[in-house]
């Protein structure tokens, strides 16, 4: 069965950092594009970001408001992916999503993991 | 590039039909065949329910249907039923690597 568990998430101060993970089980993860969604609470759905599979050398591609500030990684051997999270700002506050990507959908999602970003 | 705009709410009684809208651009909707739907239960996980437009993944039931026409996508719940009274969210592709995928506003279903 292919699942993904998230785990990383937290309370942090703005300015802090902070690492989600998503453990996939039942597929390979470095032959999927893997994505991270956002949902601020009572808000709506908001794309993070993605990285490619390795046929097409694992690049990632991010959302303008996180650009610069957010690094997807993945871990082959332990088959789990990561959202390093650094300068956190309020307007970040969300249950992040490890979702993987079809051509043009997302197909399976992770149960989430809350950030909470306040002083 | 704003959200693609959906109605805030949508209601039908159980057995009726009920269609949700999202609407877009050139730039996303209207562009691409890549418009997805998403069933979402609160406090759950959303759940992939139409993909490309029109196509449904194995498991989910043919009551969920989906359509587009230029930059509008639609989606339409018959035969509604009690599990049906959740959260719908729409989703397109853009091309934009600022912001790759782009998803609606979000609408809330009740089942009277």
């Known amino acids: 069965e292919v699942q993904l568990v998230e785990s990383g998430g937290g309370l942090v101060k703005p300015g802090g950092s902070l690492r989600l993970s998503c453990a996939a089980s039942?597929?390979?993860?470095?032959?999927?594009?893997m994505n991270w969604v956002r949902q601020a609470p009572g808000g709506g759905l908001e794309w993070v970001g993605l990285?490619?599979?390795?046929?097409?050398?694992?690049?990632?591609v991010y959302a303008a408001p996180v650009k610069g500030r957010f690094t997807i990684s993945r871990d082959d051997s332990r088959n789990t992916l990561y959202l390093q999270m650094n300068s956190l700002e309020t307007g970040d506050t969300a249950v992040y999503y490890c979702?993987?990507?079809?051509?043009?959908?997302?197909?399976?999602w992770g149960q989430g993991t809350m950030v909470t970003v306040s002083s | 590039q704003s959200a693609l705009t959906q109605p805030p709410s949508a209601s039908g009684s159980p057995g009726q039909s009920v269609s949700i809208s999202c609407t877009g651009t050139?730039?996303?909707?209207?562009?691409?065949?890549?418009v997805s739907w998403y069933q979402q239960h609160p406090g759950k996980a959303p759940k992939l329910l139409i993909y490309?437009?029109?196509k449904r993944p194995s498991g989910v039931p043919d009551r969920f249907s989906g359509f587009k026409s230029g930059n509008t996508a639609s989606l339409t719940v018959s035969g509604l039923q009690a599990d049906d009274e959740a959260d719908y969210y729409c989703?397109?592709?853009?091309?934009?690597?600022?912001?790759?995928?782009?998803f609606g506003t979000g609408t809330t279903v009740t089942v009277l």
């Open positions: 979702v993987t990507e079809g051509v043009g959908t997302f197909n399976i």
């Open positions: 050139s730039s996303d909707v209207g562009g691409y065949n890549y």
């Open positions: 039942g597929f390979t993860l470095s032959n999927t594009y």
């Open positions: 989703s397109s592709y853009t091309g934009n690597t600022n912001r790759l995928y782009v």
């Open positions: 490309d437009v029109t």
């Open positions: 990285i490619k599979n390795n046929a097409d050398r694992g690049t990632t």
